[in-house]
């Protein structure tokens, strides 16, 4: 090779950064960049998760806090006050092993289900909504969590605001933001959403969408007022918007509530209304099969964003539910878990009563299985929830259900995941310790 082939090689190579030229010295292979990642490192995700949206208008963020809060085991010994479900002990596991055995054998149990869920299925639940809600207006979803994101998915572009309870459940807050939502609070008294402020928070953002628990709120256990359910879905209406109603305890009513109100899609003759229901509050975590209802188009936009993401819910697990609430034991299951929990939050308010008076409980529900107090001005919520932990008992801070600033500290405690009663008294002995460690 001539000298002049040689050096524009020498050059070439050097422009890639595989030899080093040193004049005088000669040329030399170049070292592995300190940047070239060693094998497994996968620093580099970190860019690439974060990368592309910079330039978003509004940040997707995917946080799961708010969600494993009420999902994960506690340390063992620790008292679970933070639980989202029903202790195994208040779980229909009999019923539920041979359902799950019987449906297995069901003929055609592990073919492929209709996109929309079983005819009969999607049948048990449409009566169970009532009102003009037909079996062709169901889709059978997996969990109320799955059928909340498919609902915002079809019914808000990322960007687009979201008018949500305020406080609500975190999950859904969790979904809004991973979806591009903007979710924006609009108050809850102890009758519900506050209707004038419903109009006002439609009036300034142009919302599309509404987010409402209308009956055992999570966190606040309020039931929408029955001269606010009509408002409601007026506001609604006249906004040209859809009120997603996620009707998540309709099951867990304790045994001395007086008659439940109807869901609001039960009186929606407008398509107004996209209602949600999930059978795990009342059964497992694990059972997860819940519905979409709805009528006129949204139901399309509904069925297709729930195929693409999912096709459709685990056939066994239909068959399974039908098996289950057809039984003989799914009455009884549902009576004796009305009366636990009925037992179960009298034990709660009584303990609070007796050993934490300066923790304000502004409403008593008669349905769920939670409590939701304010704490005294001045108490750090953060040190409280941690002096908790170390108590022993595991406690949900009120902040992740605000999707703004909160107007209070406050603390959510679940007395459906504990063993008893007895735990329930316990644990809130450990929680007037925890009060008076962060008190000093
Ligand atoms: C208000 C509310 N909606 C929906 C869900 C989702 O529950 P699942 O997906 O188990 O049906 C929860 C769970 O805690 C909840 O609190």
Same mark, same amino acid.
């Given at each position: 090779m001539s000298p002049v082939t040689v050096s524009r090689a020498l050059a070439g190579l050097a422009a890639e950064g595989l030899v080093v030229t040193r004049p005088g010295a000669g040329a030399f292979r170049a070292q592995p960049r300190a940047s070239a990642a060693a094998a497994g490192d996968t620093?580099?995700?970190?860019?690439? $998760?974060?990368?592309?949206?910079?330039?978003?208008?509004?940040p997707r963020s995917v946080d799961a806090s708010g969600v494993l809060v009420s999902l994960a085991a506690p340390p063992p010994g620790v008292i679970e006050f933070n639980g989202g479900y029903l202790h195994p002990c208040l779980q229909p596991e009999r019923a539920m092993a041979a359902a799950l055995s019987r449906a297995g054998r069901r003929?055609? %149990?592990? !073919?492929?289900? /209709?996109?929309?869920?079983l005819p009969e299925l999607r049948e048990w639940f449409a009566r169970s909504v009532g009102g003009p809600v037909s079996a062709a207006g169901v889709l059978v979803t997996s969990g109320g969590q799955s059928a909340l994101t498919t609902a915002l998915r079809a019914l808000a572009p990322?960007?687009?605001?979201?008018?949500?309870?305020?406080?609500?459940y975190p999950g859904m807050l969790a979904i809004a933001r991973a979806a591009g939502l903007r979710p924006v609070p609009v108050p809850v008294d102890a009758d519900g959403v506050r209707p004038a402020l419903l109009a006002d928070?439609? @009036?300034?953002? !142009?919302? @599309?969408?509404?987010?409402?628990?209308?009956?055992?709120?999570? /966190?606040?256990?309020?039931?929408?007022? /029955?001269? @606010?359910?009509?408002?409601? $879905?007026?506001?609604?209406?006249?906004?040209?918007?859809?009120?997603?109603?996620d009707d998540f305890v309709r099951r867990l009513v304790h045994e001395d509530a007086g008659p439940l109100p109807r869901p609001l899609a039960a009186d929606d003759p407008d398509g107004v209304v996209v209602h949600v229901c999930s059978l795990t509050k009342a059964t497992s975590p694990s059972f997860r099969v819940s519905a979409l209802a709805a009528h006129g188009p949204v139901l399309e936009r509904l069925r297709a964003i729930q195929v693409v993401d999912t096709f459709f819910v685990p056939r066994p697990l239909?068959?399974?539910?039908?098996?289950?609430?057809?039984? /003989?034991?799914?009455?009884?299951h549902l009576r004796a878990?009305?009366?636990d929990l009925r037992a179960r939050r009298d034990a709660m308010t009584a303990a609070l009563r007796l050993?934490?008076?300066?923790? %304000?409980?502004?409403?008593v529900p008669s349905g769920g299985y939670h409590l939701w107090l304010r704490l005294p001005e001045g108490t750090a919520e953060s040190a409280l929830t941690a002096a908790a932990l170390r108590a022993g008992v595991a406690v949900t801070p009120g902040r992740p259900y605000f999707s703004a600033e909160p107007p209070a500290g406050h603390l959510r405690l679940s007395? %459906? %995941?504990?063993a008893g009663t007895g735990e329930i008294t316990e644990g809130v002995r450990r929680l007037r310790t925890a009060c008076d460690e962060v008190r000093g």
């Amino acid at each position: 090779m001539s000298p002049v082939t040689v050096s524009r090689a020498l050059a070439g190579l050097a422009a890639e950064g595989l030899v080093v030229t040193r004049p005088g010295a000669g040329a030399f292979r170049a070292q592995p960049r300190a940047s070239a990642a060693a094998a497994g490192d996968t620093s580099w995700q970190e860019v690439a $998760l974060s990368a592309d949206g910079a330039a978003d208008l509004v940040p997707r963020s995917v946080d799961a806090s708010g969600v494993l809060v009420s999902l994960a085991a506690p340390p063992p010994g620790v008292i679970e006050f933070n639980g989202g479900y029903l202790h195994p002990c208040l779980q229909p596991e009999r019923a539920m092993a041979a359902a799950l055995s019987r449906a297995g054998r069901r003929p055609g %149990a592990w !073919g492929r289900p /209709p996109m929309e869920g079983l005819p009969e299925l999607r049948e048990w639940f449409a009566r169970s909504v009532g009102g003009p809600v037909s079996a062709a207006g169901v889709l059978v979803t997996s969990g109320g969590q799955s059928a909340l994101t498919t609902a915002l998915r079809a019914l808000a572009p990322p960007g687009a605001p979201v008018l949500v309870e305020s406080p609500t459940y975190p999950g859904m807050l969790a979904i809004a933001r991973a979806a591009g939502l903007r979710p924006v609070p609009v108050p809850v008294d102890a009758d519900g959403v506050r209707p004038a402020l419903l109009a006002d928070a439609f @009036r300034a953002t !142009g919302a @599309r969408v509404f987010v409402c628990q209308p009956l055992f709120q999570n /966190p606040t256990g309020a039931v929408l007022a /029955p001269e @606010r359910r009509g408002e409601v $879905l007026r506001i609604a209406r006249e906004a040209g918007a859809f009120v997603v109603e996620d009707d998540f305890v309709r099951r867990l009513v304790h045994e001395d509530a007086g008659p439940l109100p109807r869901p609001l899609a039960a009186d929606d003759p407008d398509g107004v209304v996209v209602h949600v229901c999930s059978l795990t509050k009342a059964t497992s975590p694990s059972f997860r099969v819940s519905a979409l209802a709805a009528h006129g188009p949204v139901l399309e936009r509904l069925r297709a964003i729930q195929v693409v993401d999912t096709f459709f819910v685990p056939r066994p697990l239909q068959e399974a539910t039908l098996e289950l609430v057809g039984s /003989p034991a799914w009455p009884r299951h549902l009576r004796a878990i009305s009366a636990d929990l009925r037992a179960r939050r009298d034990a709660m308010t009584a303990a609070l009563r007796l050993r934490l008076p300066e923790l %304000a409980l502004p409403h008593v529900p008669s349905g769920g299985y939670h409590l939701w107090l304010r704490l005294p001005e001045g108490t750090a919520e953060s040190a409280l929830t941690a002096a908790a932990l170390r108590a022993g008992v595991a406690v949900t801070p009120g902040r992740p259900y605000f999707s703004a600033e909160p107007p209070a500290g406050h603390l959510r405690l679940s007395f %459906a %995941a504990v063993a008893g009663t007895g735990e329930i008294t316990e644990g809130v002995r450990r929680l007037r310790t925890a009060c008076d460690e962060v008190r000093g």
